[in-house]
């Protein structure tokens, strides 16, 4: 394959790449973003617990008790949904990470390929100018001799 198609090559792969890598650097954002909802939920529910059992020491309704209860169920499911978004959004940020470093590997073996092709190249301009002076030299010589 001639370098100049590779190299053409790793610049698109390096397109994708950058693109894989926003892509990336938005699901991991989108995660913590999540796991900061939850945390946050999380500690409005450990509040929320405290209150109702210093408001239940001090003698509480049944009725009212009811509703404290309710309300922390309804923080539960609340927790349980988030957490399983939170789930998700790290999923989908693990399999975006796996993705760019996938695209980020192609493009190394690539460059790799592309500098090896060069010392060939290099290599192979060496022997011809090599050669050349040798040729040069032999002609040289035989014109000194002659």
């Given amino acids: 394959m001639a370098l100049a198609q590779l190299q053409m090559l790793v610049k698109f792969q ?8 926003a892509l990336y650097q938005g699901a991991q954002a989108n995660y913590q973003n999540m796991q900061q909802k939850f ?13 109702t059992q210093q ?6 309704a049944s009725r009212q008790f009811n509703q404290y209860l309710n309300f922390i169920s309804k923080l539960d499911k609340a927790l349980s949904q988030q957490q399983q978004a939170v789930q998700q959004a790290k999923a989908a940020a693990e399999q975006r990470m796996r993705q760019y470093l996938e695209m980020q590997k192609k493009r190394k073996a690539l460059e ?14 060496a022997r ?3 050669k050349l002076l040798d040729e040069i030299a032999t002609q040289q010589f035989f014109r000194r001799v002659s």
């Fill in 39 to 51: 945390d946050g939920l999380a500690a409005y529910r450990t509040d929320y617990l405290q209150q």
């Fill in 128 to 130: 011809q100018e090599q």
């Fill in 14 to 21: 390096q397109e994708k790449e950058d693109k894989l890598r």
């Fill in 55 to 60: 408001r239940g020491q001090h003698g509480m």
């Fill in 112 to 125: 790799l390929l592309i500098e090896k092709e060069q010392l060939t190249q290099q290599a192979k301009a």
